[in-house]
């Protein structure tokens, strides 16, 4: 014990004295918070891109006609949209959050594999270049552009497809290896590093929430990645995976697909399930209501995850026994989601609650994700899934879930961590405001494209009939504020790392718990050099 | 003075907003249901969303107590239960989960497992049956027996370019029009058998209740008994290219009379157009019907002005395979030829034979070789296509 201190403390100085730096520093760097600052910063500026290719969207949809693009650059943004929300800004805001806070949080000096981090990061940009790459490429008169089958990539139309196709599949590979190395630096690190005295049930319900999500990455990704494998080889090598013509099946890609796509919503839930709950504990200066309840809520719905897939296309045709079984078991995720939502109340009720911007955004939450979990358990009916299945009414519901219930969810972790990793406060008054701009912009947004979809229209329609017109045009005026509302959320992380703004106390937080808190802000180069010990 | 330029500009936007809300007609719910599986639809999802909204208001209430008595700032003193602990806090954390559980698998499964069992029962008395075949971008449609049995025809969307493009007022049923509606007569139990020539397409029309997948390559079904005459909109809902938002469903519900007396009309009508194939036609008919065909089937991805949009779609302008011969000197269909691509497709390009009938390929392939600036001179009669059948 005594010796490992000792070398730990040599390799800090040691580092500080020939750490490279500029460009090299963060190219070559195996230290958790750089690489979850890297993380982090990626996953913010992707934010914006898919915003930004989303309120063109949103613009293209503000009156019936076409007015600003073609249907075919519409499919584009559509699909794009949403793999860069999910896979390069939502997901790897959950890994910068694991990197900058695991090791903080279990009392370790480092993750577990840090070389692997470092590649698990770098594999990032490349994926990205390559989804957007085809947009550049079609200026120069290069293919036809992005991939234009949304997000999806259903079989035929994505071996119909151009290039763009060819580049979402290996963009996909790219940020499958990334996640799946990930996963296993996570696994280890918290199987391997956490402090003496730290046993699994003490753990921070957030490295409960990232070990499910790891074990679900390390279980979907392959296959996924085996789907579009097979779609590049339909593509390209005369193979009939998907093709009835030739033996094949276009239906075999959706199973496929959502054996990944289902596990993936919780995959993008289960970290900011982990953290919300000590974040209403902080600002209610009370523990964690129903610790044991929530682990054991998390590994139930991480098992229902990978059993219900085929809710997301009971329109193609299936037997009633699996239509029944698809539908009931879907259902029986609300029940450890039941689980849940009392623990999270359970936890504010009868505390000293105040509400500081991660609060809000918590509180927030639980409502917003409330509506998203709600309309999801509607959604199950098979026989009214006929007319929610690929309505706005869907768009709406997830949107709910992966808009309010992830991204605003991260939002309440970067408000309540920001003082932690910059050491400086950022202004309450801009945070309150992001949040409520934020949250009315997103329910004007989002609350006209149920009665959208009930009303009956389709997504992913760059035009439409006139009677969806008044809601359309409330709905993109809203997303626009929504938009610009996050400029807020980047002055106010800027003024922080920029060190405009109050020095953060060690732990700014009254009521927060957990090791994290007992370092300084920000925590030294190498968290805990030295060994806490948890009693 | 920011201020009050704040203040305009909030005014003016809730004004905006305000306006836009004063003319609107709003939809809250599913359209006005028409078969007995749209009426058990809007029912279940009227009892789901009520209790869904329960359970919402319930939370929230308890969430909103909470949130205004426990604050700190009201100097309460926070309690220091971590809980499930003691018998009733365990009974506490359960409640939620027993009362989903009654709710899931009693107040919603239920209703819901009759409802599926009612809407995949397509086969018991079924009055008659309807092929529905998609393909980009437009729904097929054929009648497999019946009054009006062997009756096939396409029906296209019929909103002008122009409407799109915001070069002319839009109409009524902007997007929602089609230039062959189906017809169904009603109270009948219709299946529908669904299949696809090119990628995967949803049929769907809210009314009804039903949107089934249309897969390329296999058989799916659902049925419709429509109890009101009158026009049924809907619309593609699987995401299937470009034309993705422009391949209505239209559906005009008739009485059984009316059905046999369309059914007759359409007959006759399908058998001159197919006689047209035994005449000769002369260059000028043909050029001018091939381009009403063109317009109709072909400008959607070659392009009104057949410059096509490259790499997906060749341009039709110039290309070697118009200007190039389309029968060898045995008079032998050349593979690759120009009618034997409109024929049988190739990649994208959907086989025009199994939707298009003798005079309106060989007017179109007349057309194409003597339009955008293609210079050919030469043309195909239909009898010269029905040969090739």
Known sequence: MSTATTTATHDHSHHDHHAPSGVMRWLTTTNHKDIGTMYLTFALVMFLVGGTMILGVRAELFKPGLQLMKPEFFNQLIGVHALVMIFAALMPAATGFANWMLPLQLGAPDMALPRLNNWGFWLLPPAAILLTAPFTLALFGIGDGAVATGWTLYAPLSVQGGIGVDFAIFSVHLLGISSVLGSINIIVTIFNMRAPGMTLFKMPLFAWGWLITAFLLIATIPVLAGAVTMLLTDRHFGTHFFDAAGGGDPILFQHLFWFFGHPEVYILLLPVWGFIPHILSAFSRKPVYGYKAQVYSFWAIGILSVVVWAHHFFTVGMPVPALLYFMYSTMSISLPLAVLFFCWIATMWKGSMSFETPMLFATGWIILFGIGGLTGLVLADVAADAQYHHSYFVVAHFHYTLFAGGIMGIMAGVYFWLPKMTGYMYSEKLGKLHFWMTAIAFNMTFIPQFFLGLAGMPRRIPDYALQFAEFNMISSIAAFILGLSQLILVYNIVSCVRGKGEKAKDNPWEGAQGLEWTLPSPPPYHSFTEQPVVK | ?389
């Open chain 2, 1 to 389: 003075m920011v201020g009050k330029r704040l203040r305009i500009a909030v005014m003016s936007l809730a004004m905006g907003l305000w306006s836009v809300m004063a003319w609107a007609n709003y939809s809250w719910n599913f359209p006005t249901p028409a078969t007995p599986i749209a009426t058990d639809t809007l029912h279940v999802h009227n009892k789901f969303m009520i209790i869904a909204m329960i359970i919402f208001f319930v939370v929230l209430g308890i969430m909103i107590f909470s949130i205004f008595n426990h604050r700190k700032d009201k100097g309460f003193k926070a309690a220091t239960f971590t809980g499930p602990s003691t018998a009733k806090q365990v009974i506490w954390t359960l409640a939620p989960f027993a009362l989903l559980l009654y709710i899931d698998f009693i107040l919603m499964g239920i209703p819901a497992y009759h409802s599926v069992v009612m809407m995949e029962d397509t086969k018991n008395g079924a009055d008659m049956v309807l092929k529905v075949t998609g393909m980009q971008w437009r729904w097929q449609y054929e009648y497999m027996d019946g009054y009006a049995k062997g009756i096939k025809f396409v029906s296209n969307l019929a909103t002008p370019q122009d409407q799109i493009d915001n070069k002319a007022p839009k109409g009524e049923h902007y997007l929602l029009e089609v230039d062959e509606p189906v017809i169904l007569p009603v109270n009948k139990k219709v299946r529908v058998i669904l299949t696809s020539n090119d990628v995967i397409h949803t049929w769907w029309v809210p009314q009804f209740g039903v949107a089934r997948d249309a897969i390329p390559g296999f058989l799916r079904e659902t049925w419709v008994k429509i109890e009101q005459p009158g026009t049924y909109r809907g619309q593609c809902k699987e995401l299937c290219g470009k034309g993705h938002g422009f391949m209505p469903v239209v559906v005009n519900a008739v009485s059984e009379d009316e059905f046999k007396k369309w059914a007759d009309a359409k007959r006759a009508e399908l058998a001159t157009a197919s006689a047209g194939a035994d005449k000769t036609w002369s260059k000028e008919d043909l050029i001018s019907h091939g381009k009403e065909v063109y317009e109709k089937n072909c400008a959607v991805c070659h392009q009104l002005d057949g410059k096509g949009v490259p790499p997906a779609f060749p341009p039709l302008a110039g290309s070697k395979v118009i200007n190039g011969p389309i029968f060898d000197k045995d008079g032998k269909l050349i593979a690759n030829s120009h009618l034997d691509r409109v024929l049988n497709g190739k990649n994208v390009m959907p086989a025009w034979k199994a939707l298009l009938n003798d005079v309106d390929i060989a007017s179109v392939v007349t057309y194409e070789r003597n339009s955008f600036g293609n210079t050919m001179g030469d043309m195909l009669q239909p009898a010269q296509v029905k040969a090739l059948r």
